[in-house]
């Protein structure tokens, strides 16, 4: 059995970038190198506040490990932000920011949908630190991080949540958590990403990118009643036992029928 990735700081180098990244999927074209990514958005002029070597560190640590580390994901998401609401666009951008920072995704399967679930109503600094300095201690750091780099990582996790809808943005004291439902266009591209990754239908409903959004296998699978109604999937099930005929073949199919809604 493998082992879960190690934590990293790489989400110090950017966090939510909802509106950097936008801008740089509307440069992206298929096959672009990170290096030629960087060198469009320089000369752009769309980054006139972001110094050159500060543009290279979000497009090489923050971009590039989220949308160009799966090919057809920059695609996929170039093509089907612009048919999205705001809400929509924080969805998809979290869940491939979470795929990239592992520390990120476990803080809000872990800490804040269980905060979330049990009734309470905001999230502290303090929560943030005892899951950063629990994780280190249990060693799921690639090494030992220093008490300031433990204290950072705890801000950074909180403002990447801000970020993505699922807290209040403020500075100081406990922050407010915000209710977050997962929408059908969102959960059609997730239903279909993983689909497309080789996955077997149990293994797609059981995937752990859905508790980003706070379901567990029931709620997937009342989640893809509704995406059955709406055409995209054929969903049977007959006790325990559920089976689900894909309509679309590849991500283009699916961005374009999700292009309509």
Same mark, same amino acid.
């Given at each position: 059995?493998?082992?879960?990735?190690?934590?990293?700081?790489?989400?110090?180098?950017?966090?939510?970038?909802?509106?950097?990244?936008?801008?740089?999927?509307?440069l992206y074209e298929p096959d672009m190198s990170t290096q030629q990514l960087y060198e469009r958005a320089l000369e752009s002029g769309q980054f006139?506040?972001?110094?050159?070597r500060r543009l290279l560190n979000i497009v090489k640590e923050c971009f590039a490990p989220r949308y160009l580390r799966q090919p057809g994901v920059a695609e996929s998401v170039k093509l /089907?932000?612009?048919? @999205?609401?705001?809400?929509? !666009?924080?969805?998809? +951008?979290? #869940?491939?920011?979470?795929?990239?920072?592992?520390?990120?995704?476990?803080?809000i399967r872990e800490?804040?949908?269980?905060?979330?679930?049990?009734?309470?109503?905001?999230?502290?600094?303090?929560?943030?630190?005892?899951?950063?300095?629990?994780?280190?201690?249990?060693?799921?750091?690639?090494?030992?991080?220093?008490?300031?780099?433990?204290?950072?990582?705890?801000?950074?996790?909180?403002s990447a949540c801000a970020d993505f809808?699922? /807290?209040?943005?403020? @500075?100081?004291?406990?922050? !407010?958590?915000?209710? +977050?439902? #997962?929408s059908t266009r969102v959960a059609g591209y997730l239903a279909y990403d993983l689909k497309l990754q080789d996955l077997g239908d149990n293994q797609v409903l059981n995937h752990p990118d859905w508790q980003l959004f706070g379901l567990e296998r029931v709620d997937v699978r009342e989640q893809f009643k509704r995406l059955s109604l709406e055409g995209l999937l054929i969903m049977q099930t007959a006790g325990d036992v559920t089976h689900i005929s894909w309509q679309h073949k590849n991500m283009q199919k699916v961005v374009d029928v999700l292009a309509g809604y």
């Open positions: 059995m493998s082992q879960p990735p190690l934590y990293t700081t790489q989400l110090q180098a950017g966090l939510g970038l909802i509106e950097e990244t936008q801008r740089l999927l509307e006139p506040l972001v110094t050159a /089907l932000f612009p048919c @999205l609401d705001s809400d929509e !666009r924080r969805q998809l +951008l979290m #869940l491939h920011t979470a795929r990239a920072n592992v520390i990120l995704a476990d803080f800490v804040y949908w269980p905060r979330y679930t049990s009734g309470r109503n905001s999230l502290s600094r303090d929560d943030a630190l005892r899951f950063v300095e629990d994780a280190v201690r249990e060693g799921r750091t690639q090494k030992r991080w220093a008490d300031s780099t433990i204290s950072r990582m705890s801000g950074y996790l909180l809808g699922l /807290l209040e943005d403020r @500075l100081r004291g406990p922050r !407010r958590l915000y209710s +977050l439902r #997962l």
